[in-house]
């Protein structure tokens, strides 16, 4: 039973255009939900998180929007660089304070010069 | 920032040995430790949840007799393969927290490789 769900496994976005990656979740309980990113053979780096709180957080390039009555959540990268190509995992918590983090499947980000 | 360094990042060893993978927290003390598989084009699966000198909460699924984890220090965290086969050939990462109100950090992964 696949909790949080990214649908899309690649997207490839020209260099300084947006970067859109969305993620769905089924578990009404979560309210923490985070973006990593990740690099073959290393393991995730944190990017941005969201408290369901909150609708929008944003730092620098990087924008997180949650849609709570859809159970969906989204990461805008913009403007997209050759170094956003990665992989790209949402996670979620039920709460900030509990340890567990469900993952998705990830999705591959190709930024094309 | 926090580090989280975790060795080896490869390993290959023979079907019916045991492999150990260790998971430290360089400049900060980690309560909780977490171990994660991923399997190719898959997501990173919770395997176990670790806090420092009590037993480790394995997932459902998880045989806690094969997956041996160790949480002794608030430092140090290392994850056991018993036995291994080629099945257990996976991409294992461990993560720790400094606390409820802290972020995650990861470590760079371990390779394993059963042959």
């Known amino acids: 039973d696949q909790q949080v769900k990214q649908n899309s496994p690649s997207l490839s976005v020209q260099e300084g255009r947006i970067s859109i990656l969305n993620c769905d979740y089924t578990?009404?309980?979560?309210?923490?939900f985070l973006w990593y990113k990740k690099y073959p053979a290393e393991g995730p780096t944190f990017l941005i998180s969201?408290?369901?709180?909150?609708d929008k957080n944003e730092d620098g390039r990087f924008t997180v929007f949650l849609n709570k009555s859809a159970k969906h959540l989204s990461l805008h990268i913009v403007p997209s660089q050759p170094g956003d190509s990665a992989v790209y995992f949402c996670a979620a918590s039920v709460d900030f304070g509990n340890e567990k983090l469900t993952f998705g499947t990830g999705t591959r980000l190709t930024i094309i010069p | 920032g926090a580090v989280v360094s975790q060795h080896p990042s490869r390993v290959i060893c023979k079907s019916g040995t045991s492999v150990k993978i260790e998971c430290r927290s360089l400049d900060f003390q980690a309560t909780t430790m977490f171990w994660y598989r991923q399997f190719p084009k898959q997501s990173l699966m919770l395997m176990a949840t670790?806090?420092?000198?009590?037993?480790?909460?394995?997932e459902q699924g998880v045989e806690k007799d094969k997956f041996l984890i160790n949480h002794a220090s608030l430092t140090l965290s290392t994850l056991t393969v018993t036995s291994a086969h080629p099945e257990d050939s996976s991409f294992y990462i461990c993560?720790?927290?400094?606390?409820?109100?802290?972020?995650?950090?990861f470590g760079s992964g371990t390779r394993l490789t059963v042959v």
């Open positions: 670790s806090n420092e000198g009590s037993k480790a909460t394995y």
């Open positions: 969201i408290s369901s709180i909150k």
């Open positions: 578990n009404s309980m979560f309210d923490y």
């Open positions: 993560s720790a927290r400094e606390g409820a109100n802290y972020g995650y950090t």
